[in-house]
Each structure stands twice: as C-alpha cells, then as structure tokens.
C-alpha cells in the first residue's frame, strides 16, 4: 500500500529565510504527487503537483518541488519566505486513473520575524 | 476556477440529532466526491467516495449507516452525520476534480461540534 511520510511535524523559519519541507513516498509506481497549503480552519489549496517530465516543478506563491526518484522524495521548497506562509503544509500521493490520495500527515509551518 | 464550496463552515449540534453537510461544484461537474475527516492536528483521512447516481464506496472501518453520502447531482454531494455523537466532532471536508487526472479541489471545510 502507499504511505506519504513527512518527517518534519513542525518547523519553524525566519522571516526572509529559506525553506524546504521534506517529503518522502513508497509506492509501487511512479505515483502523481501534490503539495497543498491548509491555513487554520480551511480547507486545502494546491500549491503545486507533479505528473510528469520535469522533475523540478514550479508553484503558486514562489513554491517549487523537485521529484527525486531515486530517493522517492518530493520535497518542497521556497527561496524566501514571508510571514503569511505560515500554514500547514501537506504532502500527498496518488495514481493516474485511481481518484484517491493518500495525505501525509502534514508539517506546520512558523515564521517568526 | 475549479471551485468546491462546502456549507455550512460550522454547525454545533446537540448529541442524538443529524446533520447535513452540503459540497457543491461550482464551475464544473463532478461525477465523484470525496469526503475527509481531519482530527485536530492530524492529516486528512479519506471516509467516502461520493458517486453520482450510485452508493457511495466506504473506506474501512468507516460506518455506513452513520456517514449517509448522497451524490444526486452532478455538481452536490451530501455528507449527513446521523444520530451524532461527540467522538464526530471533527472537521469534514469535500472535494473534487474537474476531469480524470486533474488535482483534487477542495472546499473549505466544516467544523462540526457536538454537544
């Protein structure tokens, strides 16, 4: 069965400062792979996703995420973040043709100025 | 575009009574539906998947007869939590995807309370 791992439950990162949030998969194939951003009692919005080619995808909000295979990751990253960034940050996995996605358990994300 | 909207954002109810959760595709149909359940500080966990005309396909260890899904539309699916206890306090949220393949949109969410 699939799994999304998010190793990180809770990070916290100054303002302007870099960020990469971590992401790992097991899955029998090469699987779709999104991030979305939760902010407190919201729903989820796509940050950016992966299905093909590329392996460096690019995002909203300056976001971006490489696919490595060879680690079976999808990390997320962001040059400079900014204090409205801070929301909870899922990592998630499914298959063309198979509707359901397997969620990571997220990482909460603090800035602090 | 691609929006799912989900009403009401939040309900308190009384222990013993049912409530009714509406996703509705704005912009687009959607033959399938998903309903998750997010517990405080906890990823999402898919209960159901809603389809349009059909029953809804449960997830393991999800009760039936306790989270009835109606897909009647092409564009609203209905969650109802019956005889609701205060273990379904939690927060409910829908999605969908506007063509096979296309990410998952989500609507914003429904925190229920039960007291």
């Known amino acids: 069965a699939q799994s999304v791992t998010q190793p990180d439950i809770h990070i916290t990162v100054s303002e302007g400062a870099s960020l990469e949030l971590r992401c790992n998969y097991s899955?029998?194939?090469?699987?779709?792979l999104f991030w979305y951003v939760q902010s407190p009692g919201q729903g989820l919005q796509l940050l950016l996703k992966?299905?093909?080619?590329?392996?460096l995808v690019q995002g909203i909000k300056g976001f971006e995420a490489e696919f490595k295979r060879s680690q079976s990751s999808f990390n997320l990253r962001k040059p400079s973040v900014h204090w409205s960034d801070a929301a909870e940050y899922f990592c998630?996995?499914?298959?063309?043709?198979?509707?359901?996605?397997?969620f990571g358990t997220g990482t909460r994300l603090t800035i602090i100025p | 575009g691609a929006v799912v909207s989900q009403h009401p954002s939040r309900v308190i109810c009384k222990s013993g009574t049912s409530v009714k959760i509406e996703c509705r595709s704005l912009d687009f149909q959607a033959t399938t539906m998903f309903w998750y359940r997010q517990f405080p500080k906890q990823s999402l966990m898919l209960m159901a998947t809603?389809?349009?005309?059909?029953?809804?396909?449960?997830e393991q260890g999800v009760e039936k007869d306790k989270f009835l899904i109606n897909h009647a539309s092409l564009t609203l699916s209905t969650l109802t939590v019956t005889s609701a206890h205060p273990e379904d306090s939690s927060f409910y949220i829908c999605?969908?995807?506007?063509?096979?393949?296309?990410?998952?949109?989500f609507g914003n969410g429904t925190r229920l309370t039960v007291t």
């Open positions: 992966y299905f093909s080619g590329d392996t």
């Open positions: 999605s969908a995807r506007p063509a096979l393949g296309a990410p998952l949109h």
């Open positions: 809603s389809n349009e005309g059909s029953k809804a396909t449960y």
């Open positions: 899955y029998g194939a090469t699987p779709y």
């Open positions: 998630a996995v499914g298959l063309f043709g198979n509707e359901k996605l397997t």
